[in-house]
């Protein structure tokens, strides 16, 4: 049981290059999102999808698009990287039922040169 | 929109001491909080959390406790220990879809 895991772990773009960062949980989890960190920053939502079929944004949208590929898998997409976008990006998940507490990827740290 | 901040960006700790730290919400309908652990170069780890009915939850070395009254959460470590050098992030329930709001972390440094 993997729980969720992200590839890349390390990237670097230039300005203006495309790329995609994906994701996938093992839990059979509903939930899916999508968080940036920046330093000294808490965690701001991206994307989230609430169930398979379904995505929504969330506080910093502009500059991303993502795709819940199935249950399992869930991805996030810069098409024109910026290096406003440089940061480190955390996929999560959590079921439908319970509690609200979302488990997290390990990462992936994205610098855009 | 609303934030969960935290009144102290860092943290220095003797070893085997207890720790305290704290956050401030402002959505005073939010009806469930969590604490995490970021470790460095990790993803955040759930500890413990705590829903808008309870004033006080314990876990194993870990208490939370909510003060409604004040929009106040505090996470006390007992005992602390060097593994428990982390970022720790207060978070509360956005109301929908099962969204997270974070504050922006304290730092917990454990000095031997």
């Known amino acids: 049981n993997a729980g969720v895991t992200q590839t890349p772990k390390f990237q670097v773009l230039k300005t203006g290059q495309s790329m995609t960062l994906q994701c996938a949980q093992d839990m059979n989890h509903n939930s899916m999102y999508w968080y940036r960190q920046d330093p000294g920053m808490g965690l701001r939502l991206i994307y989230y999808s609430a169930s398979e079929g379904t995505t929504d944004k969330g506080e910093v949208p502009n500059g991303y698009n993502v795709s819940r590929l199935n249950k399992r898998e869930f991805s996030l997409r810069l098409e024109s990287a910026a290096p406003s976008q440089t940061s480190v990006y955390f996929c999560?998940?959590?079921?439908?039922?319970?509690?609200?507490?979302?488990?997290f990827g390990p990462g992936t740290r994205l610098t855009v040169t | 929109g609303e934030n969960v901040g935290l009144h102290l960006p860092t943290l220095s700790v003797q070893e085997g001491d207890n720790s305290i730290i704290n956050c401030a919400y402002s959505n005073s309908a939010s009806d469930y909080f969590i604490w995490y652990k970021q470790e460095s170069g990790k993803g955040p780890q759930f500890i413990i959390d705590?829903?808008?009915?309870?004033d006080k939850r314990q876990g194993q070395r870990v208490t939370v406790l909510l003060n409604k009254t004040v929009k106040h959460l505090s996470l006390q470590i007992a005992a602390t220990q060097p593994g428990d050098s982390a970022v720790y992030f207060c978070?509360?329930?956005?109301?929908?879809?099962?969204?997270?709001?974070f504050g922006s972390g304290t730092q917990l440094t454990v000095l031997p």
């Open positions: 999560a998940s959590t079921g439908l039922q319970g509690p609200y507490e979302q488990y």
């Open positions: 705590i829903r808008s009915n309870m």
């Open positions: 978070a509360e329930d956005s109301g929908s879809a099962r969204q997270l709001t």
